[in-house]
């Protein structure tokens, strides 16, 4: 389970990182070339990726019996990525900027996730 827990840390961290720097590039070129069906299927995953991650964890916390307490900056960081997910969903529904912005937008959370996934990883090495 632990192999499978840091797999998927990888896949967040590249798959986050992809569809971030996709999404940027939507913003330079005509948007029907980039800008597919696969882009928000892969955003989709990315960001889904997140939640199983942390479920994973929990689980893998629960089944090892760690003290949560050794890993407390491996678990905020977890913690701070499904926040910033939660608030990143309801500010892109809620606010009309970023309605008209939104390939920059979720590139931009993508890639800011991306950036938690690899401190999360750099705390457990």
Same mark, same amino acid.
């Given at each position: 389970?632990?192999?499978?827990?840091?797999?998927?840390?990888?896949?967040?961290?590249f798959?986050? *990182?992809?569809?971030?720097?996709?999404?940027?590039?939507?913003?330079?070129? $005509?948007? %029907?070339?980039?800008?597919? $069906? @696969?882009?928000?299927?892969?955003?989709?995953? @990315?960001?889904?990726?997140?939640?199983?991650?942390v479920?994973?964890?929990?689980?893998?916390?629960?089944?090892?019996?760690?003290? $949560?307490?050794?890993?407390?900056?491996?678990?905020?960081? *977890?913690?701070? @990525?499904?926040?910033?997910?939660?608030?990143?969903?309801?500010? %892109?529904?809620?606010?009309?900027?970023?309605?008209?912005?939104?390939?920059?937008?979720d590139?931009?959370?993508?890639?800011?996730?991306?950036?938690?996934?690899?401190?999360?990883?750099?705390?457990?090495?």
């Amino acid at each position: 389970m632990f192999e499978a827990h840091q797999g998927m840390g990888w896949f967040l961290i590249f798959a986050n *990182g992809l569809v971030g720097v996709w999404m940027l590039l939507t913003l330079w070129t $005509p948007a %029907a070339q980039l800008a597919t $069906p @696969a882009l928000d299927w892969w955003r989709n995953v @990315a960001h889904g990726s997140v939640v199983l991650q942390v479920v994973f964890g929990v689980i893998l916390t629960e089944l090892r019996d760690i003290d $949560p307490s050794s890993m407390t900056m491996h678990l905020f960081y *977890g913690v701070v @990525a499904v926040i910033a997910l939660c608030l990143g969903y309801i500010y %892109a529904r809620e606010t009309e900027w970023v309605q008209d912005r939104r390939q920059m937008f979720d590139g931009l959370l993508s890639l800011f996730i991306m950036g938690l996934g690899i401190r999360a990883v750099l705390q457990v090495v």
